[in-house]
């Protein structure tokens, strides 16, 4: 019997040893670079040494690039870890792009970061990260912006991998690069008629990564949500998002509760920024523990070793919970 408990107990010890705890990093996807008391904490306890922070988006206007939104710094904004600038791009920013404004659109880019750095004294790191959902048609000419962002900057290029294109290598290419970060969340749109979370649906993302191993790129990173919004659907069935609602927001004497997550408005009014009429409905979608752990443990399957970076450092996403256990 001793020796019974003896081998139980060694497989407990085994089995929990075999558990991966992954290093984990933010994203900061504010425009104003600001920290409250609890996201200074949160981030003071993070377990990697940096932090992705958006500096700015990058359009086609009139047939212009343009920047926008670029970020601008509290005074109270101090942080030890090392900022990796990311920059947001949007797909129609490369549609019908010559060489010559491919290069002006990499030295422009990378001289706006440099200067948001050297302006509000940012400890940057040698990495940029570029986010752009590109298509077929354009990845020939992304890919060629990412290497001569790369021969411009000096600096390591990492960009974003969206399921899509992971799913679909063949078609959408693979970046030229050493290092992605993988985006696991906007399974589905929210703006369409599902009982499904749009954020994360746990089931829909396994069908996308069932592949991810053979993923030519080795280097991944990953990047989960911890954001939350609401989903108002009006009278004729038209769908808008209120970011950052959840369902605590929803107890309200003027909101029937149809479910957990969905509320009908029976009083017109003001509520959340937002004139909303009786019988509109809000739905909130968040994102559990549970869902992170079973995304964890099926990517661990996948990939040997990556760091997760939580979309995204904002207080009402990271009071209350835990990290250090996934």
Known sequence: MKILQLFLTFLLVASCSDKKIHPYAYYYWKTNLSLNKTEKKALAESTTNFLCTRFFDVDKVNGKFEPVAVITKDKSFSTEKEIIPTVFITNRTFYNIKIDEIQFLAESINQLIQKKVKDYQLSSSKEIQIDCDWTAGTKDDYFKFLNELKKISGKDISCTLRLHQVKDKELMGIPPLQKVYLMCYSTSSPLENSDKNSILDVQILKSYLSKLEDYPLKNIEVALPIYSWGIVTNHLGKHKLINALSRKDLKNKNFKKLSDDEIEVTK????????????????????????????????????????????????????GRSFQHF
């Open 268 to 319: 017109d009014g003001f509520y959340f920024g937002n004139f909303l009429s009786k019988g509109f409905k809000i739905k909130a979608e968040e994102i559990s523990d549970q869902q992170i752990s079973d995304v964890v443990k099926f990517l661990d399957q996948k990939i040997s070793h990556y760091n997760i970076i939580y979309y995204q450092l904002d207080s009402k996403f990271v009071e």
